[in-house]
């Protein structure tokens, strides 16, 4: 039985008479005793699916919900004069919840039986090799990353901006949990960018399965929730891999407004050159901080001075908004 042309509609008793199950692993197992719980295999891809995506999401988000509350963590807070608030919390909860269920939801449930249609496995087992998964994962990330960048740039034009897009930049300090914090129609727009990669692999390998598909939506909302998150540590990604933008990269597009619009990488906007009023800020902040260091200026000095350097940034951010907002389609 192939992987990908077996016909999945038939009694789920059937679905694995061929397989040798002393010859999987444990999570192989554990994914086929999850597809006979069910009469019909595409209703146990929808919900896991689902289940995955919620789980993951607020599972990543309280780490950061925890580190806000505590206030030795402010060091390496990004803006550290802006903590959200539990109100905050709360409100961008109801509306994260509500594009959940009434937009992701749907999208998710629908995003099975298309990318079945195309190939895509599901209950299938064993698993593909972790080194097929990897170039799977990896060219999702490119093409998430550029659809995000041409995307991010039109929701910035206009009415786009007014009407959907203003909505993610209530926020000037973001934080965890308003990573997924917009208009539904933006949700539905860029979420095409996560599920679009595996769509067009499908259409033209007709190889792939939903669990490298898990992976890489698991990889892809860890790094929208971190992005948002507001904190740099030492130890955060972009330190480690320096073409990683991070929450440092796009901390500067909520606060100023402008630049940084790619999601993963910082290559596009440098390619492109929408991150050369972050560099300038970037290089102006350095620069004071050298200074400021020279002649002794105390932490709480340096901190002022940051602070300084990036309300100026706000500001001139404010005004690109408004001129922004002005703009009609014609």
């Not at 039985?1 to 509609?9: E, G, R």
């Not at 917009?182 to 769509?199: A, D, F, Q, R």
């Not at 330190?239 to 909520?254: K, N, Q, R, S, V």
């Given at each position: 039985?192939?992987?990908?042309?077996?016909?999945?509609?038939?009694?789920?008793?059937?679905l694995?008479?061929?397989?040798?199950?002393?010859?999987?692993?444990?999570?192989?197992?554990?994914w086929?005793?999850?597809?006979?719980?069910?009469?019909?295999?595409?209703?146990?891809?929808?919900?896991?699916?689902?289940?995955?995506?919620?789980?993951v999401?607020?599972?990543?988000?309280?780490?950061?919900?925890?580190?806000?509350?505590?206030?030795?963590f402010?060091?390496?807070?990004?803006?550290?004069?802006?903590?959200?608030?539990?109100?905050?919390?709360?409100?961008c909860?109801?509306?994260v919840?509500?594009s959940?269920?009434?937009?992701?939801?749907?999208q998710?449930?629908?995003?099975?039986?298309?990318?079945?249609?195309?190939?895509?496995?599901?209950?299938?087992?064993p698993?593909?090799?972790?080194?097929?998964?990897?170039g799977?994962?990896?060219?999702?990330?490119?093409?998430?990353?550029?659809?995000?960048?041409?995307?991010?740039?039109?929701?910035?034009?206009?009415?786009?901006?007014?009407?959907?897009?203003?909505?993610?930049h209530?926020?000037?300090?973001?934080?965890?949990?308003?990573?997924?914090?917009?208009?539904?129609?933006?949700?539905?727009?860029?979420g095409?960018?996560?599920?679009?990669?595996?769509?067009?692999?499908c259409?033209?390998?007709?190889?792939?399965?939903?669990?490298?598909v898990?992976?890489?939506?698991?990889?892809?909302?860890?790094?929208?929730?971190?992005?948002?998150?507001?904190?740099?540590?030492?130890?955060?990604?972009?330190?480690?891999?320096?073409?990683?933008?991070?929450?440092?990269?796009?901390?500067?597009h909520?606060?100023?407004f402008?630049?940084?619009?790619?999601s993963?990488?910082?290559?596009?906007?440098?390619?492109?050159?929408?991150?050369?009023?972050?560099?300038?800020?970037k290089?102006r902040?350095?620069?004071?901080?050298?200074?400021?260091?020279?002649?002794?200026?105390?932490?709480?000095?340096?901190?002022?001075?940051?602070?300084?350097?990036?309300?100026?940034?706000?500001?001139?951010g404010?005004?690109?908004?408004?001129?922004?907002?002005?703009?009609?389609?014609?």
């Amino acid at each position: 039985m192939s992987n990908v042309t077996a016909p999945i509609h038939r009694a789920t008793e059937f679905l694995y008479s061929d397989v040798d199950f002393t010859s999987l692993n444990w999570l192989e197992l554990k994914w086929a005793q999850w597809y006979l719980l069910f009469d019909d295999p595409a209703i146990a891809t929808g919900l896991m699916s689902f289940l995955l995506h919620e789980i993951v999401y607020f599972g990543r988000c309280i780490p950061w919900i925890i580190i806000d509350a505590i206030p030795y963590f402010r060091r390496w807070k990004l803006q550290p004069n802006k903590v959200p608030t539990a109100l905050d919390e709360w409100e961008c909860t109801k509306l994260v919840l509500f594009s959940h269920f009434t937009i992701e939801l749907p999208q998710i449930w629908f995003f099975h039986p298309i990318a079945e249609y195309f190939g895509l496995a599901t209950w299938q087992i064993p698993f593909p090799h972790w080194r097929t998964m990897f170039g799977q994962i990896a060219l999702f990330f490119i093409f998430e990353d550029f659809f995000h960048y041409c995307a991010h740039q039109l929701m910035h034009y206009g009415p786009l901006y007014k009407h959907i897009h203003k909505i993610h930049h209530k926020y000037s300090a973001p934080f965890g949990l308003a990573a997924e914090y917009s208009h539904p129609i933006e949700v539905l727009v860029l979420g095409m960018g996560t599920i679009g990669g595996p769509l067009i692999y499908c259409y033209f390998t007709r190889s792939l399965h939903i669990f490298t598909v898990y992976i890489w939506v698991t990889l892809r909302l860890f790094q929208a929730v971190d992005s948002h998150s507001g904190y740099d540590f030492p130890w955060s990604l972009q330190h480690i891999l320096p073409f990683w933008a991070g929450a440092e990269h796009h901390d500067y597009h909520h606060m100023a407004f402008m630049d940084n619009f790619a999601s993963s990488f910082r290559y596009l906007d440098f390619i492109f050159g929408t991150d050369e009023r972050y560099r300038a800020h970037k290089a102006r902040l350095r620069k004071a901080k050298e200074a400021a260091k020279q002649r002794g200026a105390t932490h709480e000095e340096q901190a002022a001075i940051e602070r300084t350097l990036n309300e100026e940034s706000e500001k001139v951010g404010l005004a690109a908004e408004a001129e922004a907002e002005a703009k009609r389609l014609w």
